[in-house]
């Protein structure tokens, strides 16, 4: 090896271009932050029921136990925790790569580069945005208004795009038609 090449480490890295162009594509972007926050919605209450109802038990438990059973409480946040990771990871990660809010909205989650959501991505997704928006709230809304995917700054810092789904931009598509 010659003095003046550089070292090769072993170590590749392909970077694939974004497979989603608004230009080319309106119709897998329109309409998508609206729907993102009905999304949200419906999966913050799909979160919340459980834990309310589990909240509830705990009460009765512990005025049951003459307050030994509040100790339970304790217990609720990890619980909180774990619980909303594993609905975004299992429901990002599943073939629809969407979860429930999602799928009621027709929207999907995506790579930038176009594959499907997997498991640690969905739950990756998931921690990237509570702690964005528990740092940051204003900038997280905003930054999708600037940008041609609408990306929210979690998305960005995951990798991830939002866009409808395959029914819904050929719906898109064939009612923009000229006729």
């Known amino acids: 090896m010659a003095t003046s090449e550089p070292r090769r480490l072993g170590v590749s890295i392909e970077l694939k271009p974004h497979a989603y162009d608004p230009a080319a594509n309106p119709e897998l972007f329109e309409g998508v932050l609206a729907r993102r926050v009905v999304a949200f919605l419906i999966d913050f209450l799909i ?11 705990i009460f009765v438990v512990g005025v049951v136990t003459f307050g030994l059973g509040f100790l339970f409480y304790g217990l609720l946040w990890p619980a909180m925790v774990i619980w909303a990771v594993a609905y975004y990871g299992l429901t990002l990660g599943s073939p629809a790569s969407a979860t429930i809010g999602m799928r009621a909205m027709d929207i999907e989650m995506r790579t ?68």
């Open 47 to 57: 979160l919340s029921i459980p834990v309310v109802f589990v909240s509830m038990f």
């Open 112 to 179: 930038w580069y176009g594959a499907p959501a997997y498991f640690v991505l969905g739950a990756v997704h998931a921690v990237v945005f509570w702690i964005t928006v528990s740092a940051l709230t204003p900038l997280i809304l905003l930054v999708c208004l600037f940008n041609e995917r609408r990306r929210c700054l979690h998305d960005m810092l995951v990798g991830t795009v939002v866009i409808n789904n395959a029914a819904r931009a050929a719906q898109i598509r064939t009612s923009h038609r000229p006729a």
